[in-house]
């Protein structure tokens, strides 16, 4: 059973508007969500994160939201840019309650449209 | 300064064949982790080792998978034989500490990309 799921595979955007990725985890245990950037060919860079004592994470153009109690997070970037096109993974872990590895969605390629 | 760095970058090779891929993590990092990439399973974590050592091997596949890790500054997942079900990427990351939060991330190599014919 996947503990991550990012329902979405693809997602396009125009070029300033907002894009909005979701992701959903069903293992109430996990307290450290984190977000993952991948462009073809390379490996994932981590982009932002969010805390569960926290409901918002913001880092520039990027903003995490957590709803714990729906077990669902987002990630808005505004404005896409074309730059911004990519594969995101969500992963999440129990940092605080096991200290586990990270567990991955299989995530959301955005197209940023110019 | 140097990221996760594996070899090779593209692997193709014939059915029934060793394959073996090869990581150098960032020095001082104390975990290092094995992750396969498909279309239908997307990243999932095959081993993760902790000062060398594994730590948790649930996610290798079958026993043609085996990972060591003889020192810090070098691992290997080897394949045998292997099979065309087996062709994904494989991607290696290391941490300080498990990377399971924004100061520990996980830095992920660029990949190797293997194709078994």
């Known amino acids: 059973d996947q503990q991550v799921k990012q329902n979405s595979p693809s997602l396009s955007v125009q070029e300033g508007r907002i894009s909005i990725l979701n992701c959903d985890y069903t293992?109430?245990?996990?307290?450290?969500f984190l977000w993952y950037k991948k462009y073809p060919a390379e490996g994932p860079t981590f982009l932002i994160s969010i805390s569960s004592i926290k409901d918002k994470n913001e880092d520039g153009r990027f903003t995490v939201f957590l709803n714990k109690s729906a077990k669902h997070l987002s990630l808005h970037i505004v404005p896409s840019q074309p730059g911004d096109s990519a594969v995101y993974f969500c992963?999440?872990?129990?940092?605080?309650?096991?200290?586990?590895?990270?567990?991955f969605g299989k995530g959301t390629r955005l197209s940023v449209i110019a | 300064d140097a990221g996760v760095i594996q070899s090779p970058r593209h692997e193709v090779t014939e059915m029934g064949q060793e394959v073996t891929l090869r990581c150098k993590p960032i020095?001082?990092?104390?975990?290092l982790f094995w992750y396969r990439q498909t279309m239908m399973r997307g990243l999932e974590l095959l081993i993760y080792f902790n000062n060398n050592v594994p730590i948790d091997d649930s996610g290798m596949p079958e026993d043609r998978f085996s990972a060591k890790m003889p020192n810090a500054s070098f691992s290997t997942l080897k394949i045998q034989p292997s099979e065309p079900r087996d062709s994904a990427v494989y991607f290696c990351a290391s941490s300080l500490g498990q990377g399971g939060n924004s100061n520990q991330p996980q830095h992920f190599g660029d990949g190797t990309r293997l194709s078994i014919l």
């Open positions: 293992n109430s245990m996990f307290d450290y």
């Open positions: 992963a999440a872990s129990a940092y605080d309650s096991g200290n586990t590895p990270l567990v």
């Open positions: 020095s001082g990092h104390d975990y």
